[in-house]
């Protein structure tokens, strides 16, 4: 028996692709280098150049890019940690919104199905 919450798709499968999505424009846009992307994301200059050439996760990451509210919240998160007018609290926060969002597009519940067998009347993913 597979007990995974829902959350456990979002940790393993949507925070790695938005963190890539972010460092990305930190690189690009605001010409942060990979190590002090990095540093502001928490992770490991080897993670960001993984998120950034790997083909690995390519799919999620062109998926997430097209929804408009994943590419707004890339946006704001990239400028707030390149102006420092977002604290890694606030940066947080806004993952967490992001997290509601895409609970409420199904996508989330759509990835959580892949890993768990759920009744089709499952509401999970909108309740939490």
């Not at 998926?63 to 390149?82: D, F």
């Not at 919104?97 to 009744?119: A, N, Q, S, W, Y």
């Amino acid at each position: 028996m597979k007990m995974r919450p829902p959350c456990e798709s979002v940790v393993k499968l949507v925070l790695p692709a938005f963190r890539s999505l972010v460092a990305k424009e930190l690189i690009e846009k605001y010409n942060f280098s990979q190590v002090a992307a990095a540093k502001k994301l928490g992770t490991t200059q080897a993670a960001v150049s993984y998120y950034l050439y790997s083909k690995r996760g390519e799919k999620r990451m062109k998926e997430l890019e097209a929804i408009p509210s994943v590419q707004s919240m890339t946006n704001k998160v990239a400028s707030g940690i390149a102006t420092q007018s977002l604290s890694p609290f606030e940066a947080m926060l806004k993952f967490c919104e992001l997290c509601k969002v895409l609970r409420t597009k199904d996508l989330v519940c759509d990835m959580h199905k892949g890993f768990i067998t759920v009744p089709a009347a499952c509401d999970v993913c909108k309740t939490i």
